[in-house]
């Protein structure tokens, strides 16, 4: 079992900069691929990034790759992501995932274990 607790949203303004931390409880952290997800407003979730068990590699959409960056630490079971450049539209609630394995949260948005999200909003 392993459970997830977001924090590091709020609010800020476009051009700006957030960095979401995800703690995650268990032993077992450096066995998950973790990733975040976000879910803006009226409309479904959707999967932003994720890295390796290792931390070796790291998959990103096309509209977040080169202003986020996804980090872990498997010593403190913790992962991170690290907001540069926010726009309006990146304004959504987001959320810490694991998945066993790695194709299931990239391609099919399937993930073992969920946060509860936490608030991101960026004002024009």
């Known amino acids: 079992q392993v459970q997830l607790v977001e924090s590091g949203g709020g609010l800020v303004q476009a051009g700006g900069s957030l960095r979401l931390s995800c703690a995650a409880s268990g032993r077992t952290f450096s066995s998950y691929a973790m990733g975040w997800f976000r879910q803006a407003p009226g409309k479904e979730r959707e999967f932003i990034t994720a890295?390796?068990?290792?931390?070796?590699?790291?998959y990103y959409i096309v509209s977040v790759k080169g202003r986020f960056v996804i980090s872990r630490d498997n010593a403190k079971n913790r992962v991170y992501l690290q907001m540069n450049s926010l726009k309006p539209e990146d304004t959504a609630v987001y959320f810490c995932?694991?998945?066993?394995?790695?194709?299931?949260?990239?391609?099919?948005?399937?993930?073992?274990?969920w946060g509860q999200g936490t608030q991101v909003t960026v004002s024009p």
């Open positions: 995932a694991a998945a066993n394995i790695i194709e299931s949260m990239t391609v099919r948005s399937e993930c073992d274990y």
């Open positions: 890295i390796t068990e290792s931390g070796a590699g790291t």
